[in-house]
Every structure is written in structure tokens, then in C-alpha cells.
């Protein structure tokens, strides 16, 4: 028996020297698919409990923030809260994961096989906050840069979802021809809304002048505005995508797959 033991640890240990050594620092995958960046950044927002919690700490401080406005408040118009829905309010990491399986990178017509499912969850805090915002007598609008052949299904999401004002009215997307610049978007809201608060994972949810990013990627004009952060616009993280990825790519997403990875290593600060 004895021997039989020490054969069977013989062998174990024969096993283990033979086993290929792999340097991890080297990448043993030379073609890495176009979409193999998403991979960190969707288990972030997906698998970290700081995710989570700061989702929560983001909409904790919408909820007080909001209060202090209507207490504050002394004009006459109705009051509202403006919302961006994706990655603000639903969560489409489900659409990432996705592309990573089939090494794409965003295309509207996936987009819109997914959005068409109307299966994405609510966000953490969001619909807690939503739910806050119409007992303070704050109506919810949602405006988001979907397109508006997305529309029925959208509604369809927010409403499983249980998000309140899920209806034509509250919901505003992009007409098929025009940009994803939301002013005149806002602008129509503002005529018969006081909008208190904004809330959305791109700074362009808030205002159109943090598009214009130029070289230094819209830092200048975030200090400027600096004070507007928690205070009227409420910005939650969004690791996956966003305007800040554009910026570093010039805002030409038709790039090369492999200039893109360079770029994203190129922008990067060492010592
Ligand atoms: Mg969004």
C-alpha cells in the first residue's frame, strides 16, 4: 500500500514538472479579437460590488440633492427630472458580453436585435430614486439617444422593469435622422418643465458643451464646470463606452481595429 502511495506521488509530481510553463506576462493569444478590451471593463460594471455601490452613492446623493432643489424651489412651472436611460437607469452589459463572444464591437443592427428583447434589468438605486422623485412631486422624464423605431420596446423594458412614467410621454428618443445632440431635446422639456436635476452616464446627458472635447479630452471644461457635479448633474460610471473613449480616438470610430488598441495605449501616462 505504501508503495502504491508513493508511486501515485511519483507520478503526481512527474505531472506537474512536465506541465508547460506560461509566462504571465505573456500573452498567449497573439490575435486578440477586436472586442477582448471590453472584457475588464464589462466585468466591472457587471461583477464589482463597487459597481454596485457606487450606483448606490451616485443616486443616494440624487435622492438628497433633489429634495434640497424642490425645497428650494419658488417658481411656478412643474418640476422634472431628467434621465438617460442606457447605463443610467437599464443595464445593457448583457449586450457587451455579447459582442465579446462574437469579437464584434458596437453595430446598430446588434444593438437593436437586443434593445428589441426588452430584457435589460434595472440599474442599482435607479428605480428607487425614480420611485422618490414622483412622491416628491417630481415628474421622471427619460431622455435617451435610442432611436425612436425603439420606442414600443423601450417602454416595454422600463415598464418590466418597473420604472415609473414608463409611457410615450416621458420617454424621449432620437428621431432616426438626427444626432444624438439632446438641447432640443431638453430645450422642448425646459418649456414646460423646471428640470432640477440631471442624471446620465455621459457628460453630454447634461449639457451639449462637454462634447467638444479636443485635445485635452474635455478635462478644461469639466474644472470650469466642476461645481455642477452633484449638484445639478448626477454622473454615474460607464467603463464600457461613452463619448471619453471617442475623444481618444479623435471621434473616428471607423479606425482600424489595431489603431484603436493603439491609441488606447498610445494616450496612457507611464513614469
Ligand atoms: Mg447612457
Same mark, same amino acid.
Given at each position: @500500500?505504501?508503495?502504491?502511495?508513493?508511486? /501515485?506521488?511519483?507520478?503526481?509530481?512527474?505531472f506537474i514538472a512536465c506541465q508547460p510553463?506560461?509566462?504571465?506576462?505573456?500573452?498567449?493569444?497573439?490575435?486578440?479579437?477586436?472586442s477582448e478590451h471590453l472584457v475588464m471593463?464589462?466585468?466591472?460594471?457587471?461583477?464589482?460590488?463597487?459597481?454596485? +455601490?457606487?450606483?448606490?452613492?451616485?443616486?443616494?446623493?440624487?435622492?438628497?440633492? /433633489?429634495?434640497?432643489?424642490?425645497?428650494?424651489? !419658488?417658481? =411656478?412651472?412643474?418640476? +422634472?427630472?431628467?434621465?438617460?436611460?442606457?447605463?443610467?437607469?437599464?443595464?445593457?452589459?448583457?449586450?457587451?458580453?455579447?459582442?465579446?463572444? !462574437?469579437?464584434?464591437?458596437?453595430?446598430?443592427?446588434?444593438? !437593436?436585435?437586443?434593445?428589441?428583447?426588452?430584457?435589460?434589468?434595472?440599474?442599482?438605486? +435607479?428605480?428607487?430614486?425614480?420611485?422618490?422623485?414622483?412622491?416628491?412631486?417630481?415628474?421622471?422624464?427619460?431622455?435617451?439617444?435610442?432611436?425612436?423605431?425603439?420606442?414600443?420596446?423601450?417602454?416595454?423594458?422600463?415598464? +418590466? $422593469?418597473?420604472?415609473?412614467? $414608463?409611457?410615450? =410621454?416621458?420617454?424621449?428618443?432620437?428621431? @432616426?435622422?438626427?444626432?444624438?445632440?439632446?438641447?432640443?431635446?431638453?430645450?422642448?422639456?425646459?418649456?414646460?418643465?423646471?428640470? /432640477?436635476?440631471?442624471?446620465?452616464?455621459?457628460?453630454?446627458?447634461?449639457?451639449?458643451?462637454?462634447?467638444?472635447?479636443? =485635445?485635452?479630452?474635455?478635462?478644461?471644461?469639466?474644472?470650469?464646470?466642476?461645481?455642477?457635479?452633484?449638484?445639478?448633474?448626477?454622473?454615474?460610471?460607464?467603463?464600457?463606452?461613452?463619448?471619453?473613449?471617442?475623444?481618444?480616438?479623435g471621434n473616428d470610430y471607423s479606425l482600424?481595429?489595431?489603431?484603436?488598441?493603439?491609441?488606447?495605449?498610445?494616450?496612457?501616462?507611464?513614469?
Amino acid at each position: @500500500m505504501r508503495k502504491l502511495h508513493l508511486l /501515485l506521488l511519483f507520478i503526481s509530481i512527474l505531472f506537474i514538472a512536465c506541465q508547460p510553463k506560461v509566462d504571465p506576462n505573456k500573452n498567449p493569444n497573439k490575435e486578440l479579437s477586436q472586442s477582448e478590451h471590453l472584457v475588464m471593463s464589462a466585468d466591472w460594471f457587471q461583477k464589482s460590488a463597487e459597481m454596485r +455601490a457606487s450606483f448606490y452613492q451616485a443616486y443616494n446623493l440624487a435622492s438628497y440633492k /433633489l429634495k434640497e432643489h424642490v425645497n428650494n424651489y !419658488k417658481g =411656478e412651472k412643474p418640476t +422634472a427630472v431628467v434621465l438617460d436611460i442606457d447605463e443610467t437607469v437599464l443595464d445593457n452589459s448583457p449586450f457587451e458580453k455579447h459582442l465579446i463572444d !462574437k469579437g464584434e464591437l458596437y453595430n446598430s443592427a446588434g444593438w !437593436k436585435e437586443w434593445t428589441d428583447k426588452g430584457a435589460a434589468k434595472k440599474l442599482p438605486g +435607479a428605480l428607487e430614486f425614480t420611485n422618490y422623485a414622483k412622491e416628491l412631486g417630481v415628474e421622471v422624464i427619460y431622455i435617451s439617444n435610442r432611436k425612436v423605431n425603439e420606442l414600443e420596446k423601450t417602454i416595454e423594458n422600463l415598464k +418590466a $422593469a418597473g420604472f415609473p412614467n $414608463a409611457a410615450k =410621454e416621458f420617454v424621449i428618443l432620437r428621431e @432616426m435622422d438626427k444626432s444624438g445632440n439632446k438641447t432640443e431635446r431638453r430645450n422642448n422639456v425646459n418649456e414646460k418643465y423646471e428640470t /432640477l436635476l440631471y442624471v446620465g452616464d455621459n457628460l453630454t446627458d447634461y449639457s451639449q458643451i462637454f462634447s467638444d472635447r479636443g =485635445e485635452d479630452l474635455g478635462f478644461k471644461i469639466v474644472d470650469e464646470y466642476k461645481s455642477d457635479f452633484g449638484e445639478k448633474f448626477i454622473l454615474l460610471p460607464n467603463p464600457m463606452y461613452g463619448e471619453w473613449e471617442g475623444a481618444i480616438y479623435g471621434n473616428d470610430y471607423s479606425l482600424a481595429p489595431e489603431k484603436k488598441r493603439a491609441l488606447r495605449k498610445q494616450i496612457l501616462e507611464g513614469y
